[in-house]
């Protein structure tokens, strides 16, 4: 699913972002920050990244374990005017279908920065 969510993100194909979420999936974009739950809002959220041109990179393996994955990344946009890039590590929780149920990100201003 990761792959499918950093390939989907790239292409700017909204629909293949949501796809790897369950219905009720929880994103925490980033931590510290309101969740935003169901396909409805992180359809929402989402296509504002894609609408910047958001484009992500991996920056290492992705890391499993009981039914999570970590994965470093970077995000390259263009963000109130400025081309932007942002590191980040996110952490997918999975159902027994393979959907994410949860995501949280990990980032901050010290995270983020001219491209």
């Known amino acids: 699913q990761v792959e499918a969510y950093v390939t989907s993100y790239?292409?700017?194909?909204?629909?293949g972002i949501c796809a790897v979420f369950a219905e009720d999936a929880v994103v925490e974009d980033p931590v510290g920050t309101?969740?935003?739950?169901?396909?409805?809002?992180?359809?929402?959220?989402?296509?504002?990244?894609?609408?910047?041109?958001?484009r992500l990179t991996l920056d290492g393996p992705v890391r499993c374990a009981a039914g999570h994955?970590?994965?470093?990344?970077?995000?390259?946009?263009?963000?109130?005017?400025?081309?932007?890039?942002?590191?980040?590590?996110?952490?997918?929780a999975f159902d027994a279908h393979g959907k994410v149920t949860g995501m949280t990100a990990y980032f901050g201003p010290a995270n983020m920065g001219a491209a």
């Open 10 to 15: 790239n292409r700017g194909d909204l629909d």
């Open 69 to 92: 994955a970590a994965f470093p990344f970077h995000v390259d946009l263009h963000w109130d005017g400025t081309d932007t890039r942002i590191d980040v590590i996110d952490v997918f």
């Open 34 to 54: 309101p969740p935003r739950i169901g396909q409805a809002a992180l359809r929402e959220f989402f296509a504002v990244g894609v609408a910047a041109g958001a």
